[in-house]
């Protein structure tokens, strides 16, 4: 099987990852994740063989059990970080070619990177528009996965707001949902692991994460993006690009009544997984 590197941070890379193994179907895929969302990553790649791996003290112990995961795989995609969360990559034998797969990063001039970067026999940037990484022969203008069967249809009316677990917003947007309400604006919450897309809302609220970003751009949503502080991540810079930056917290409820009554926005041009799966088929 191919394998596919999920082991980020946070649920993004696992989204990325789970994607591509339901576009690479019916190709074998063996998908490394963190443990604890393994099985929200068979959920999303039921054909996929995942594996959750933890996250041991030293790169040396991570690099041995990355090792046992790609026993029997031919080829490796990296998700964001083709060094590794510790290195441990650097002494990862690997049978076929290595493929990067990068998304925006702030030490993009790092030695730590570029050592990782230099690993790889090919490079693709799924954030190309950003024109952040010189390095990359080949470059989408971004992918995600479909959120809505008819993107700004206008069957939602209401907006969604997306803490994505952070206290500090979480706050925020429970305020800001409270005065909304109040105005007659049909506000959803979504429960961690819920779809948060049921009846394609017109407006929503949140982080610029990689994923939500692009996803809300593709389904044609206003997103009204609040970056968030990550140390490899530049949420402000991708917001500029996709969306609309809310910088001033309390003009919050007057920009999203204002999004509610204005004209879809199109879809922006986002490539689906398959344009990405295409890609690293290519290079098998």
Known sequence: PLAIYALGGGSGHVVRGASLAAALAPRRVRLLVPWRLAGW?????????????????????????????????????????????????EGVHVRGP??????????????????????????????GRLDWLAAAAVRLPGIARPIADEPGDGRGEGVVLLPGG??????????LGTRLAARGVAVCKPRDGEAPWRGAPRVAVGAAGYNLSYELARAGVHHLAIPRPRPFDDQRRRAEALAEVARDPAALEEAVIARLTSASRPPAPVEGPEALAAWVTSQL
């Open 41 to 89: 990553a068979t959920s999303l790649a039921p054909e996929a063989e995942v594996v959750g791996l933890s996250r041991p003290a030293s790169p040396t112990a991570l690099a041995e059990a990355v090792g046992h995961a790609l026993t029997g795989t031919f080829g490796l995609v990296l998700d964001s970080f083709p060094e590794g969360l510790l290195d441990e990559l």
């Open 166 to 175: 952070d206290p500090a917003l979480q706050r925020l947007l429970d305020k």
């Open 98 to 127: 290595r493929l990067g797969v990068l998304r925006l990063r702030r030490d993009a001039e790092a030695p730590r990177f570029r050592r990782g970067l230099a690993a790889c026999d090919a490079v693709i940037d799924v954030e």
